[in-house]
């Protein structure tokens, strides 16, 4: 988590931007494949993977943990389905802010705007890296770069679920955590 985004929870709890306050059992999902979510979330407890399903498979997109904000950008900004699901992983405390009361906010000052463009330059910013990464580096190199990037994930998030995020096998992600 970047700097600027550890400032965004306190900014939304500012503005009174939470509208409602969701507990997930272990599993649930927050969001279904191909349905439109606009909202954006805050976790305030637990843990929660975005992922979409290929076949049989699961690819992780992205991993949330307390103080991160997660959403489906696409359908966010589109306000069309998406396949992305976001399912809670451990039992989470979720805020929620829809899109209408998050643009009133953001609307409000051109410092609102700024920051909602930062916003979107940072989440940018780390989905080109990731690309980068899993395209270029080895699994250990894309281990380090996440333990660099955000040590604490290995405490919020199980191991099959980071695997699965950095592409590479349980067996080998413990391999590399040994060596």
Not at 58 to 66: H, K, V
């Amino acid at each position: 988590m970047t700097p600027l985004n550890q400032d965004i929870p306190s900014f939304f709890r500012q503005e009174n931007l939470f509208e409602k306050t969701l507990i997930l059992t272990r599993n649930e999902y927050l969001k279904e494949p191909d349905t439109t979510d606009t909202n954006i979330y805050f976790v305030q407890e637990g843990s929660v993977r975005l992922f979409i399903t290929h076949g049989a498979e699961e690819q992780n997109i992205r991993l949330g943990y307390a103080g991160n904000i997660v959403v489906a950008l696409d359908s966010f900004l589109t306000e069309k389905p998406s396949p992305i699901c976001i399912q809670a992983l451990k039992k989470s405390c979720i805020l929620v802010a829809s899109k209408k009361s998050f643009l009133e906010v953001m609307n409000k000052s051109i410092q609102h705007l700024h920051l909602w463009n930062s916003m979107l330059q940072d989440l940018n910013i780390q989905q080109f890296e990731r690309e980068i990464d899993l395209l270029t580096q080895s699994p250990k190199e894309r281990y380090n770069r996440l333990l660099k990037r955000s040590p604490q994930v290995f405490q919020h998030i199980p191991h099959r679920h980071i695997a699965n995020y950095l592409r590479m096998t349980p067996e080998t992600l413990s391999r590399i955590k040994k060596s």
